[in-house]
Each structure stands twice: as structure tokens, then as C-alpha cells.
């Protein structure tokens, strides 16, 4: 219903926001939204996809934990998968999940989507080189 009343794009423009708390709660509400594969690529192509690994890289946790949960749901599917990558998400990835100081929840939910993308062998390279 979210996609028929128009209301993704409003909730991206929350996940640029400068404001962390609407940041982090967007990111939640399209995490959320990307657990369902049939909607995966209409949220890469409206533009979920850079405003979640930028927010892999702020200093608050909840834009850490649910912009990585989104990654981890985005990466569930090969065609998302090939994005996720293209994105650029792999490095950010890897920096959350190896800091023992950040938030447990935001480092497993990381380790998911690089075991995610890790499942399909044609991802090995791009892992190995920036990871």
C-alpha cells in the first residue's frame, strides 16, 4: 500500500535527511520493506540503495543497525545482489562488522549481508578485493 500511495519517495528523502533520528528511522521503515523480494528492485531503482551505505558510516546506531539490516534483506537475491556491490557497500560493510566498538545488533546484522552476498560464488572477487 506504502508503494501505491507514492510514499517511498518521501521516506528516501527521510534516509538523506541530516537529521540521524529521521535517518535512522526511515532506515528502519525500508529495511522493513526490503525483506520482501518482490519490492527489492523497485527500492534500488527509486533510490534506497546509496542512502543505506551512507548511513552504514554515521555515528548512530540506529542509522548502523538498520541501514546494515536493509543491506543484509537487499542481499537475499542475486539481482540485488550485483547492486549491493556496485554500491559500493562492501568496505563500510566490513568496518562496521569488525569494530568491537560499535553496537553488537549493527555488527551481526553486517555479518548477515556479507554472508549473504558470500553465498553466490560470483561475489567472491569483489569480497576478497574490498573486503
Given at each position: 500500500?506504502?508503494?501505491?500511495?507514492r510514499?517511498?519517495?518521501?521516506?528516501?528523502?527521510l534516509?538523506?535527511s541530516?537529521?540521524?533520528?529521521?535517518?535512522?528511522?526511515?532506515?528502519?521503515?525500508?529495511?522493513?520493506?526490503?525483506?520482501?523480494?518482490?519490492?527489492?528492485?523497485?527500492?534500488?531503482?527509486?533510490?534506497?540503495?546509496?542512502?543505506?551505505?551512507?548511513?552504514?558510516e554515521?555515528?548512530?546506531?540506529?542509522?548502523?543497525?538498520f541501514?546494515?539490516?536493509?543491506?543484509?534483506?537487499?542481499?537475499?537475491?542475486?539481482?540485488?545482489?550485483?547492486?549491493?556491490?556496485?554500491?559500493g557497500?562492501?568496505?563500510?560493510?566490513?568496518?562496521?562488522?569488525?569494530?568491537?566498538?560499535?553496537?553488537?545488533?549493527?555488527?551481526?546484522?553486517?555479518t548477515?549481508?556479507?554472508?549473504?552476498?558470500?553465498?553466490?560464488?560470483?561475489?567472491?572477487?569483489?569480497?576478497?578485493?574490498?573486503?
Open positions: 500500500r506504502l508503494l501505491e500511495e510514499g517511498l519517495p518521501p521516506l528516501i528523502s534516509a538523506v541530516d537529521d540521524l533520528n529521521c535517518k535512522g528511522e526511515a532506515s528502519r521503515a525500508i529495511a522493513n520493506l526490503a525483506a520482501n523480494a518482490e519490492i527489492q528492485q523497485i527500492l534500488i531503482g527509486e533510490g534506497a540503495l546509496n542512502p543505506m551505505v551512507e548511513a552504514l554515521k555515528d548512530e546506531v540506529n542509522c548502523q543497525r541501514a546494515a539490516l536493509c543491506i543484509a534483506n537487499l542481499s537475499t537475491t542475486v539481482s540485488s545482489q550485483v547492486k549491493v556491490i556496485l554500491s557497500a562492501l568496505r563500510p560493510l566490513v568496518s562496521l562488522a569488525i569494530k568491537p566498538q560499535n553496537q553488537l545488533e549493527a555488527r551481526r546484522y553486517a548477515l549481508a556479507l554472508a549473504n552476498l558470500a553465498a553466490t560464488p560470483a561475489n567472491h572477487p569483489a569480497i576478497l578485493e574490498d573486503g
